[in-house]
């Protein structure tokens, strides 16, 4: 008998779908409830753009959480395919969490995702994110607008918060308890799916969404060009160091010149900030070497799109 089957009698696991507008705190909250940072995260909406998987292991359950791009009215051949990718996502999952901002009256965006989701027999729980950044005075009323507007009566609301954690042992519980019965699905000591290459590549976009302005981070892509070790003997030290060549895409020499900066500074400042957490993610030294170039329009290019893995699927 495998390890993967190894499991108590009432095991359950599945595959739970965060789904939610732009700027909710999807990443921010799938982080809290994996304990660990395993999506990038920033102020900036539309962060996400690949579903990530993040691992759950309890004693009595697994719970696959996948993080999806968030659905928004698309303006360019990139959008539509995020979009694709979170509505195809939704009908393949054993559960769906729906994450709103309890600091917004909910909108038309909100009822859009909503009448989505009351065709689908998939169980639905929903949370109000960002629950600590709302006045005491203001939450009976938060509650019951979102209630009476946008929750099915079948469906579970919670109130949360992605920065405190209040209320996400509740929400982990309730999904749990809305998985099928089954084995685990990956081994307990993982806490995500993805290569370590994208991982990297968002590492690196993620600095530059918290640095630079806002014309640019919509516009940029990361493609890690090459990834080689380098031993002792190589790079005369007395440890074993991983060298990196990563691309950032831009659309316009406008925003390479903000992502470099004068004299460099914002291309260093990004890449001293990318490469810490890129070696806390691979537990070593990196050397990290970062180019900027222009492709116009790259994002309305399907061809191009298929080469950085924005398939839409």
């Not at 054993?94 to 065709?119: E, H, R, W």
């Not at 806490?191 to 530059?208: A, F, H, S």
Request: glycine share 6%.
């Amino acid at each position: 008998m495998s390890l993967l089957n190894s499991v108590p009698e009432g095991y359950r696991s599945g595959f739970v779908a965060l789904i939610g507008r732009p700027n909710v705190g999807k990443s921010t909250l799938l982080n809290r409830l994996v304990g660990e940072k395993v999506a990038i995260t920033s102020p900036v909406a539309q962060t996400t753009r690949n579903r990530l998987r993040a691992i759950i292991t309890r004693d009595d359950s697994q719970l696959v959480i996948v993080d999806t791009p968030g659905i928004h009215k698309p303006h360019h051949l990139l959008g539509e395919r995020l979009v694709k990718s979170s509505r195809c996502l939704i009908g393949e999952v054993d559960a769906i969490l729906l994450i709103l901002d309890a600091c917004k009256i909910p909108g038309k965006g909100d009822l859009f995702i909503a009448k989505l989701l009351k065709n689908i027999p998939i169980p639905v729980t929903v949370c109000l994110n960002k629950w600590d950044l709302v006045d005491e005075e203001s939450k009976d009323r938060t509650y019951k607008d979102y209630k009476d507007y946008l929750v099915e009566e079948s469906w579970s609301l919670f109130c949360c918060s992605a920065i405190n954690g209040l209320g996400c042992i509740d929400i982990i519980n309730k999904l749990a308890s809305k998985l099928p019965f089954g084995p685990q699905l990956y081994p307990s000591n993982m806490v995500c799916d993805q290569p370590e290459k994208l991982l990297m590549e968002e590492l690196i976009r993620e600095q530059i969404l918290i640095h630079t302005r806002e014309e640019v981070p919509h516009s940029v892509a990361v493609n890690i060009e090459k990834i080689e070790e380098i031993t002792p003997t190589q790079n005369q030290s007395n440890e074993n160091c991983t060298a990196i060549l990563a691309n950032i895409i831009v659309e316009r020499k406008s925003q390479k010149g903000i992502l470099i900066g004068k004299g460099g500074i914002m291309l260093k400042t990004i890449g001293k900030a990318a490469r810490l957490h890129i070696q806390t993610l691979i537990n070593g030294k990196i050397y990290l070497e970062l180019f900027v170039k222009v492709v116009p329009n790259w994002r309305s290019k399907s061809a191009r799109l298929n080469e950085l893995g924005y398939k839409g699927n």
